[in-house]
């Protein structure tokens, strides 16, 4: 299904399909609405083609969205809450992919009642405190290729190649490095300081929608064993994990991803039959 972009609303989108259940993905730090077309995994046509109003879009700063100072989780938060509300669906489920699923939580947190079900991708609850040494290590090595004058388009296909999993097909890598090299140097910068400070640990018990936690099992960035104790902490959250996956589920291996997310969906927000 060919999806229609959307400028004129809060944030860009691609918008797939029609309906009342809206199905609105989020993506990483290394992300765009493409991480969902179908030039990566095709999450956005699958979804549709359940019966499912599918939007992908470009959170502050990425692609065609504005972006937004100063660039906090709670600021990406509340352009997606801008854009759920401008949807104006019956219903509305969220799909975060790593910071996607850290600006899902922050939704959740601060307008739970905007939020019938949540699907975390191989995300986390915190990133620890903003001033520790392993934060500043992190940053340091994600921005040192960026000072040194790479660019993104220098630095994404070494990224991707270190986010999936070993085994992962090169072609499927090559098209989320794509994606990679075309988010705005002055973005993926302001991204990770954001992320770095993230921590929704005390709120993963007032979470009261249906939540599947989706891990990947050689994913480095967001362990199953930390995407396991999320879940627990959730009251009746499920927890997946996809053999052989690593953190780009969704793009590396659509397949085990799709199966994993239409089966919780229609358990948790099922819709109408559709007929082709």
């Given at each position: 299904m060919t999806p229609a972009l959307v400028t004129a609303a809060p944030l860009a989108h691609?918008?797939?399909?029609?309906?009342?259940?809206?199905?609105?993905?989020?993506?990483?730090?290394?992300?765009?609405?493409?991480?969902?077309?179908d030039a990566t995994g095709g999450t956005?046509?699958?979804?549709?083609?359940?019966?499912?109003?599918?939007?992908?879009?470009?959170?502050?700063?990425?692609?065609?969205?504005?972006?937004?100072?100063?660039?906090?989780m709670a600021a990406l938060a509340e352009a997606v809450v801008a854009l759920v509300e401008s949807v104006g669906a019956a219903r509305t489920v969220l799909v975060g992919h790593s910071m996607g699923g850290m600006v899902a939580q922050e939704v959740v947190a601060t307008r739970p009642g905007l939020v019938h079900a949540l699907v975390l991708s191989g995300t986390s609850p915190a990133f620890g405190k903003p001033d520790g040494d392993w934060q500043r290590r992190f940053l340091a090595?994600?921005?040192?290729?960026?000072d040194a004058g790479q660019g993104m388009a220098a630095l994404a296909p070494g990224l991707a190649r270190g986010m999936a999993a070993p085994n992962a097909d090169p072609?499927?890598?090559?098209?989320?490095?794509?994606?990679?090299?075309?988010?705005?140097?002055a973005t993926y910068r302001a991204a990770l300081h954001a992320i770095v400070g993230f921590d929704r640990r005390a709120d993963?018990?007032?979470?009261?929608v249906p939540t599947l936690c989706l891990a990947g099992e050689c994913d480095r960035n967001a362990s199953p064993a930390v995407m396991q104790r999320m879940a627990q902490a959730i009251p009746g959250a499920e927890y997946r994990c996809l053999p052989g996956?690593?953190?780009?589920?969704?793009?590396?291996?659509?397949?085990?991803?799709?199966a994993a997310l239409l089966d919780f969906l229609r358990r948790h927000v099922p819709v109408a039959a559709v007929h082709s």
């Open positions: 691609w918008r797939w399909g029609a309906g009342d259940t809206a199905v609105v993905m989020l993506h990483g730090v290394g992300g765009g609405r493409d991480a969902w077309s956005g046509g699958v979804l549709a083609d359940a019966g499912y109003l599918a939007i992908a879009p470009d959170l502050p700063g990425y692609g065609d969205s504005p972006t937004v100072t100063p660039y906090t090595e994600r921005l040192a290729p960026l072609q499927r890598i090559a098209r989320c490095a794509a994606v990679m090299a075309r988010v705005p140097e993963l018990l007032r979470i009261a996956v690593g953190h780009l589920a969704n793009m590396e291996a659509p397949a085990p991803f799709h």
